[in-house]
């Protein structure tokens, strides 16, 4: 059995996000078909389609969605049809990392987000998704490929969401709105009166700060270039804010905003000097999280003997933790009014993928969302 459905292809390494009918396979054991309503788009669809990570093209993207669970595989008892569901990342759930409760870090993170084709079961290595007329198209990005009306996920990845939440903003609790939050409710889990000094307020950024407001870290600093960001910074939560451009040493403004080293910086920006800012703004004991991703190869550098003082730098891949604990405390968060992520939200339609990056990128929109056409309206 195949299912129709209508999906964002890119063909080849550059090429635009062109909508385009496949089919796909019913969902196997393990495996479940969501009947896509919305997907967030993150930085990695763009940096992905450009060649930056190996995802075999053609294929689809897309990795930020949340729908209704539509059929499930063999022996899946949950997620459940008719569920509401965000897909988080995948994972095997097998080897040692997943065992320890660090799906985030599975052995198989890599080909589980980028192979296009099954992790497990017994059509690992092949792709369920294909043209009309049987030629294999790469899927399964981060497991489910969400630039389509129809996603073939693992069930283990699908985190089951209340029934009025919107699935319209939920998408991005995924990756990008997790990504940040997460640094700080599990990678940092700052002290009462630490201090969080946040480099780039974008999306993650900006989730990182409304996560900081809701930690005891009494002294939150965003520092980014543009000052529309800056002002959504303060609103979240920042207690400073930092314009980089404005001041000639960034590190030495944002020590003086904190009297002296802080205990933890983020970097969300994945651009190599400002890692390193990250890195010497924290002192003594303190940690340096690196979150956004740098193109592939790129190196930093760090102070030896500065490092040897009990510093700390970590890397952390979507929010690390467990998106079946993270999200439903991040919509919890939400539904109190002490995590407004739905603000940062703005919605494109499923054609305009072009659209929601371009305005992405030039700074106008801070979380585009698509979302998918309706097969079963006339
Ligand atoms: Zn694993
Ligand atoms: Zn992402």
Known sequence: MTIRIRASVVEEVGAPFTPTDLEIDDPGPGEILVRVVASGVCHTDANTRGGDMPMPLPGVLGHEGAGVVEAVGPGVT????????????????????CREGEPRY????????VAGVRLTGEKAGTSGYRRLDGTPVSGHFFGQSSFATHALALAGQAVVIPRDVPLDIAGPLACGIATGAGA????????????????????VGLAAVMAARNTPATTIVAVDVHDSRLALASRYGATHVVNASATPDTVATVREII?????????CTGVIPVVEQA????????????IGGAPAGA??????????????????????????????????LW??????????????????????????RRGDVIKPVVRMPDLAAP
């Open 259 to 267: 009297g002296g080293s802080a205990d933890f910086a983020l970097d």
């Open 279 to 290: 890195v010497e703004t924290v002192g003594m004991l303190g940690t340096a999280i690196l």
């Open 299 to 332: 190196a930093f550098r760090a102070d030896h003997f500065r490092t040897l003082f009990g510093k700390r730098i970590v890397g952390t891949l979507g929010g690390s933790g467990d998106s079946q604990r993270l999200v439903p405390a991040l919509l919890a």
């Open 78 to 97: 949950s997620p459940r049809p008719g569920d509401h569901v965000v897909l988080g990342w995948p994972s095997c759930g097998e080897c040692r990392n």
């Open 106 to 113: 599975c052995l198989s993170i890599a080909p589980a987000l």
């Open 184 to 203: 700080v409710l599990n990678t940092a889990r700052p002290r009462a009166g630490d201090s969080i000094v946040v480099y780039g307020a974008g999306a």
């Open 335 to 360: 539904r109190q009014g002490r995590f407004p992520f739905d603000e940062l939200v703005d919605t494109f339609d499923f054609e305009d993928i072009e659209g929601a990056l371009e305005a992405s």
